[in-house]
């Protein structure tokens, strides 16, 4: 795992929630570029696209359920292509950033909002290209390794 990009994940998606925070009121917008992107501070209660709302312990105990699964297969695993690791620390930079508001606030501070897609956060971007990149890997380079 990539200990640094992780950290510095969490520090890059914290800090800019709490700018957010400490700038917007909840369900304020800002047009950036108007009616195409915005900044919306919003706070989403539960899982992307706002699913399973209010089961705060339900995504609290899966979180650290799948951090500590991805920390067990990489401190288990030897001689793995370099997108394995890169692609997992940024999937768990992107989750703890998520699971710490959960934990410290209830809910998670959303606020790029696209108006045509549920407004997200820099923790969504992280996990989204983490998954987006693991999955190039096994759909593309697993075959050609075997």
């Known amino acids: 795992m990539n200990y640094l990009l992780v950290l510095m994940i969490i520090i890059l998606d914290q800090a800019s929630k709490f700018i957010v925070q400490s700038k917007f009121s909840v369900n304020e917008s800002i047009p950036i570029i108007k009616n195409i992107f915005h900044l919306t501070y919003v706070q989403n209660f539960g899982a992307a696209f706002g699913i399973l709302k209010n089961q705060k312990m339900f995504f609290v105990l899966m979180t650290i359920f799948v951090i500590g699964g991805i ?3 990489l401190s288990k695993q030897k001689n793995l292509h370099k ?5 997992l620390s940024l999937i768990v930079g992107g989750a703890i950033g998520n699971l710490i508001d959960r934990v410290r606030l209830g809910y998670v501070v959303d606020y790029f909002d696209f108006r045509i897609w549920p407004v997200f956060n820099m923790a969504d971007i992280s996990i989204v290209v983490g998954a987006i990149l693991l999955s190039y890997y096994l759909i593309f380079l697993d075959e050609v390794r075997n």
């Open 71 to 73: 920390i067990v297969f």
């Open 83 to 87: 997108l394995i690791p890169y692609s």
